[in-house]
């Protein structure tokens, strides 16, 4: 189209010369006429109102311009949607009257065509700027222009946002400990604040050892670091008290530890245990997955008889070589009993699996015996046990050597009944917390798949170790839920209602009016005529 | 008015009581009076209220229908449509003010009368945004509806409400030129609806600009309509440049409306 051409060319420059050269002639050819036309009286009057229009509107805008500075704005919602709520604004006072916590920056990556967006949300993140005190600083980041930015906060879709603590030593930001929320909703926004801005440092060291299973546990790893923060690494227990070590054990700058065992085939030595005993003894948190003693050895460490001397005596707990069986409650072959007797006061239940609901799936696990008698200072509780029909096989090469799965039938001589898989023990003393489950299979990546509890128990197991929830709840801000959340209800016979009203009723009744009076004004016009 | 000899020119004591007379010390509300009565008789001011009720009563019942138990009451949802449809009804319900007054001859005889050509645009514009302002009030129907069967947000309502009233006045004000600018009541209509389309699109506009000069992009939107009303008013924010915004659209396109009639006028 000629309109988009680059280039005027010689059909538009011919154009213009022709229509110049025409008005040239006009004036020369009609003198009198031209005159009459430029100082006549429309153009005059009309020239004039040109002008005012112009500068009214100029200084309509000028107006606009200075009160658009003025960010003069109102929220007048009930729900408070683009203002703080009275808990939001407590947790920012608290924020701002604390000086330990560093400023932070929200990074807003809305797109272009969000633009009503931000308008609409920037009402909120300045109410956030003045209720900390500023502390609290926001830009809005176009992700399609600004894709290495986006994707370094892990932004997947415009509209997210990231929460970013700045570092008070270089003045930059903590990038790597960004908190991302998914919409402005006020709730998320603030937790993600106090997230990010808090001071919370905990670590996990998952114990690398013979046949250990740390490595597959990716998906526990990940909710630990990428959903909650932490850091994860992966040490043998002599490597943790070297002086040398990056991250080494009771190091006072973090706020929780914890060890994990996550299986591993051969017993620890007298050093690596003593590094176990010291730490636990002054008040270190474990986290034990026995893996499977279904090896040549017939050995695991999670069995070996120094750990389980240590356990009982300590914590009144003992783990033992038998692999339990389940004919009953199982998972396609005896070896993947399933438990369904879920502690319902303890963290099994109690950190989100919803009670009487949670299973757990264990692959030849061992079993737990509780001591009647606990140890000094330790409260023991039982976690998770097997139905009564389990039963216990002491001779593991029956298992091994299996040709069939009637062989791994229980026989006379087998005990059974009801055994512990899972237990968890405190000692109120020291503050040491352990936790036990008789299988790696509660939290390895091959089971988180499947449609049971174990991938979630295997991280509330994490958090009550370390007090974690604690520290959680100190960060989250719970916001009253307010009427106007509450989704609409309406019957059947209130839909037929409204359907009626507002389909037939209203626009038929003003049809109807509309009717009689042009019907009226005939008959007036009738009568008059 | 007191009686007056043929071929005397009435005294300003006299101009001023017949300026009572239409409409007391403001002449404009005797052509508001006129024109609003005038919308009551005539059967285009009823299709057109019969064709918005009929879309939103649709439109409502297909909302609940699906938000049923799932979403909170919304209230702000039936003014942002009342607004995108005034492209549509903006311009039907002013194309007759003055260019029909124009087509008949009309306009020559009511601009002898002792009111400015802005007193007599005034009283017009004001007599249909009244108008408007009716159907808006009618709407509240759908919030009283909200409110039995749920929980809504009044304060947002009352912003949502606002705004709508403010961008009707707007819209009103802006197809009320074309009515001034043509005796065509339909090419009035049809560049008015033109107009306020995009001024409605402009931040689509916009957005398709940002790439290539974000300034201008800036600039374009602010001019748009959605932009003051859309993610702000009808969300229930009310910031003063928006206000501004719709008033000053008002002023402008009535001072506009005013210029035409004077020139009208002054080539006649």
Same mark, same amino acid.
């Given at each position: 189209?000629?309109?988009?051409?680059?280039?005027?060319?010689?059909?538009?420059?011919?154009?213009?010369?022709?229509?110049?050269?025409?008005?040239?002639?006009?004036?020369?050819?009609?003198?009198?006429?031209?005159?009459?036309?430029?100082?006549?009286?429309?153009?005059?009057?009309?020239?004039?109102?040109?002008?005012?229009?112009?500068?009214?509107?100029?200084?309509?805008?000028?107006?606009?311009?200075?009160?658009?500075?003025?960010?003069?704005?109102?929220?007048?919602?009930?729900?408070?949607?683009?203002?703080?709520?009275?808990?939001?604004?407590?947790?920012?006072?608290?924020?701002?009257?604390?000086?330990?916590?560093?400023?932070?920056?929200?990074?807003?990556?809305?797109?272009?065509?969000?633009?009503?967006?931000?308008?609409?949300?920037?009402?909120?993140?300045?109410?956030?700027?003045?209720?900390?005190?500023?502390?609290?600083?926001?830009?809005?980041?176009?992700?399609?222009?600004?894709?290495?930015?986006?994707?370094?906060?892990?932004?997947?879709?415009?509209?997210?946002?990231?929460?970013?603590?700045?570092?008070?030593?270089?003045?930059?930001?903590?990038?790597?400990?960004?908190?991302?929320?998914?919409?402005?909703?006020?709730?998320?926004?603030?937790?993600?604040?106090?997230?990010?801005?808090?001071?919370?440092?905990?670590?996990?060291?998952?114990?690398?050892?013979?046949?250990?299973?740390?490595?597959?546990?990716?998906?526990?790893?990940?909710?630990?670091?990428?959903?909650?923060?932490?850091?994860?690494?992966?040490?043998?227990?002599?490597?943790?008290?070297?002086?040398?070590?990056?991250?080494?054990?009771?190091?006072?700058?973090?706020?929780?530890?914890?060890?994990?065992?996550?299986?591993?085939?051969?017993?620890?030595?007298?050093?690596?245990?003593?590094?176990?005993?010291?730490?636990?003894?002054?008040?270190?948190?474990?986290?034990?997955?026995?893996?499977?003693?279904?090896?040549?050895?017939?050995?695991?460490?999670?069995?070996?008889?120094?750990?389980?001397?240590?356990?009982?005596?300590?914590?009144?707990?003992?783990?033992?070589?038998?692999?339990?069986?389940?004919?009953?409650?199982?998972?396609?072959?005896?070896?993947?009993?399933?438990?369904?007797?879920?502690?319902?006061?303890?963290?099994?239940?109690?950190?989100?699996?919803?009670?009487?609901?949670?299973?757990?799936?264990?692959?030849?696990?061992?079993?737990?015996?509780?001591?009647?008698?606990?140890?000094?200072?330790?409260?023991?509780?039982?976690?998770?046990?097997?139905?009564?029909?389990?039963?216990?096989?002491?001779?593991?090469?029956?298992?091994?050597?299996?040709?069939?799965?009637?062989?791994?039938?229980?026989?006379?001589?087998?005990?059974?009944?009801?055994?512990?898989?899972?237990?968890?023990?405190?000692?109120?003393?020291?503050?040491?917390?352990?936790?036990?489950?008789?299988?790696?299979?509660?939290?390895?990546?091959?089971?988180?798949?499947?449609?049971?509890?174990?991938?979630?128990?295997?991280?509330?197991?994490?958090?009550?170790?370390?007090?974690?929830?604690?520290?959680?709840?100190?960060?989250?801000?719970?916001?009253?839920?307010?009427?106007?959340?509450?989704?609409?209800?309406?019957?059947?016979?209130?839909?037929?209602?409204?359907?009626?009203?507002?389909?037939?009723?209203?626009?038929?009744?003003?049809?109807?009016?509309?009717?009689?009076?042009?019907?009226?004004?005939?008959?007036?016009?009738?009568?008059?005529? | 008015?007191?009686?007056?000899?043929?071929?005397?020119?009435?005294?300003?004591?006299?101009?001023?009581?017949?300026?009572?007379?239409?409409?007391?010390?403001?002449?404009?509300?005797?052509?508001?009076?006129?024109?609003?009565?005038?919308?009551?008789?005539?059967?285009?001011?009823?299709?057109?209220?019969?064709?918005?009720?009929?879309?939103?009563?649709?439109?409502?019942?297909?909302?609940?229908?699906?938000?049923?138990?799932?979403?909170?009451?919304?209230?702000?949802?039936?003014?942002?449509?009342?607004?995108?449809?005034?492209?549509?009804?903006?311009?039907?319900?002013?194309?007759?003010?003055?260019?029909?007054?124009?087509?008949?001859?009309?306009?020559?005889?009511?601009?002898?009368?002792?009111?400015?050509?802005?007193?007599?645009?005034?009283?017009?514009?004001?007599?249909?945004?009244?108008?408007?302002?009716?159907?808006?009030?009618?709407?509240?129907?759908?919030?009283?509806?909200?409110?039995?069967?749920?929980?809504?947000?009044?304060? !947002?309502?009352? &912003? %949502?409400?606002?705004?709508?009233? $403010? /961008?009707?006045?707007?819209?009103? #004000?802006? @197809?009320?030129?074309?009515?001034?600018?043509?005796?065509?009541?339909?090419?009035? !209509?049809?560049? &008015? %609806?033109?107009?306020?389309?995009? $001024? /409605?699109?402009?931040?689509?506009? #916009?957005? @398709?600009?940002?790439?290539?000069?974000?300034?201008?992009?800036?600039?374009?939107?602010?001019?748009?309509?959605?932009?003051?009303?859309?993610?702000?008013?009808?969300?229930?924010?009310?910031?003063?440049?928006?206000?501004?915004?719709?008033?000053?659209?008002?002023?402008?396109?009535?001072?506009?409306?005013?210029?035409?009639?004077?020139?009208?006028?002054?080539?006649?």
């Amino acid at each position: 189209m000629a309109l988009t051409q680059p280039t005027f060319g010689i059909i538009g420059y011919g154009g213009i010369a022709f229509g110049v050269l025409a008005l040239i002639a006009w004036i020369l050819l009609a003198p009198a006429q031209a005159k009459g036309v430029l100082t006549g009286r429309t153009v005059r009057f009309g020239g004039t109102s040109l002008i005012v229009t112009i500068l009214v509107i100029v200084a309509l805008a000028v107006v606009y311009v200075l009160a658009r500075n003025q960010n003069v704005r109102v929220d007048l919602t009930e729900s408070d949607a683009y203002s703080l709520t009275a808990e939001s604004r407590e947790a920012m006072a608290s924020y701002a009257a604390d000086p330990t916590l560093p400023d932070a920056r929200l990074l807003a990556f809305y797109s272009a065509s969000q633009a009503g967006a931000q308008d609409r949300d920037s009402a909120l993140f300045d109410d956030y700027v003045r209720n900390s005190g500023g502390k609290l600083s926001y830009e809005f980041i176009d992700p399609e222009r600004n894709p290495q930015q986006a994707s370094l906060y892990g932004v997947t879709r415009p509209g997210q946002i990231a929460v970013v603590a700045v570092d008070p030593a270089t003045g930059e930001l903590a990038t790597e400990d960004a908190a991302l929320v998914n919409n402005a909703i006020q709730q998320d926004l603030t937790n993600a604040i106090m997230e990010a801005t808090a001071q919370g440092q905990f670590i996990a060291y998952f114990i690398t050892s013979r046949e250990s299973e740390g490595a597959d546990m990716t998906a526990l790893k990940d909710i630990l670091t990428n959903r909650w923060d932490w850091t994860v690494v992966d040490a043998n227990l002599t490597q943790l008290t070297s002086p040398d070590y990056e991250y080494p054990l009771n190091d006072p700058n973090f706020d929780g530890q914890v060890i994990i065992i996550p299986g591993g085939s051969a017993a620890l030595t007298d050093e690596e245990l003593g590094i176990l005993e010291n730490y636990l003894a002054n008040g270190g948190d474990l986290v034990l997955y026995a893996g499977t003693n279904l090896n040549p050895d017939q050995t695991s460490l999670a069995t070996s008889q120094n750990l389980n001397d240590y356990l009982e005596a300590n914590f009144g707990l003992r783990i033992h070589p038998e692999v339990l069986l389940d004919t009953t409650q199982a998972y396609q072959t005896p070896l993947l009993p399933i438990s369904t007797n879920l502690n319902t006061s303890a963290l099994v239940t109690s950190i989100g699996v919803a009670r009487g609901q949670g299973v757990l799936l264990y692959q030849a696990p061992n079993y737990i015996t509780v001591a009647e008698t606990a140890p000094a200072n330790v409260t023991t509780t039982t976690l998770s046990s097997s139905s009564d029909s389990a039963y216990l096989i002491s001779d593991l090469s029956r298992i091994m050597n299996a040709q069939s799965p009637e062989e791994l039938l229980p026989q006379s001589g087998d005990t059974t009944g009801r055994f512990v898989l899972g237990a968890q023990a405190e000692n109120t003393e020291t503050g040491a917390r352990i936790v036990v489950f008789t299988s790696t299979s509660i939290a390895t990546d091959a089971f988180s798949v499947l449609n049971v509890s174990n991938q979630q128990v295997a991280a509330n197991s994490v958090v009550w170790a370390t007090n974690f929830d604690n520290f959680v709840s100190q960060i989250t801000i719970p916001q009253q839920q307010r009427p106007q959340d509450v989704p609409l209800f309406a019957s059947e016979q209130d839909l037929r209602n409204i359907n009626f009203l507002t389909i037939i009723v209203l626009p038929l009744g003003i049809l109807g009016v509309g009717v009689y009076v042009w019907w009226s004004n005939r008959k007036r016009g009738q009568v008059k005529s | 008015m007191t009686d007056m000899p043929l071929g005397t020119l009435p005294t300003e004591a006299q101009v001023e009581e017949r300026a009572v007379e239409i409409g007391g010390a403001m002449p404009f509300i005797a052509v508001f009076k006129r024109e609003f009565k005038q919308y009551f008789r005539s059967p285009i001011a009823y299709g057109v209220a019969f064709a918005l009720f009929l879309f939103l009563g649709i439109y409502f019942n297909g909302f609940v229908s699906q938000v049923n138990g799932q979403m909170p009451a919304d209230t702000t949802l039936i003014p942002s449509i009342i607004t995108f449809l005034m492209f549509l009804f903006a311009p039907l319900l002013t194309m007759r003010l003055i260019a029909e007054e124009t087509r008949e001859g009309t306009l020559e005889t009511l601009m002898t009368l002792p009111m400015s050509e802005w007193q007599f645009i005034v009283g017009k514009f004001l007599a249909v945004w009244a108008y408007y302002t009716v159907l808006l009030v009618i709407s509240l129907i759908y919030v009283a509806i909200m409110s039995m069967i749920g929980t809504p947000d009044y304060g !947002a309502t009352i &912003g %949502a409400y606002f705004g709508a009233w $403010l /961008y009707g006045g707007a819209v009103l #004000a802006i @197809a009320m030129i074309f009515s001034a600018l043509t005796e065509d009541q339909i090419v009035a !209509a049809f560049l &008015g %609806a033109a107009t306020i389309l995009v $001024l /409605y699109l402009s931040n689509t506009a #916009a957005s @398709a600009l940002s790439a290539q000069s974000p300034v201008l992009a800036n600039i374009v939107r602010e001019l748009g309509l959605t932009a003051h009303y859309d993610a702000t008013m009808a969300a229930g924010i009310l910031r003063l440049e928006d206000v501004l915004y719709f008033v000053f659209v008002m002023i402008a396109a009535l001072f506009i409306t005013t210029r035409i009639v004077e020139i009208r006028r002054w080539r006649s």
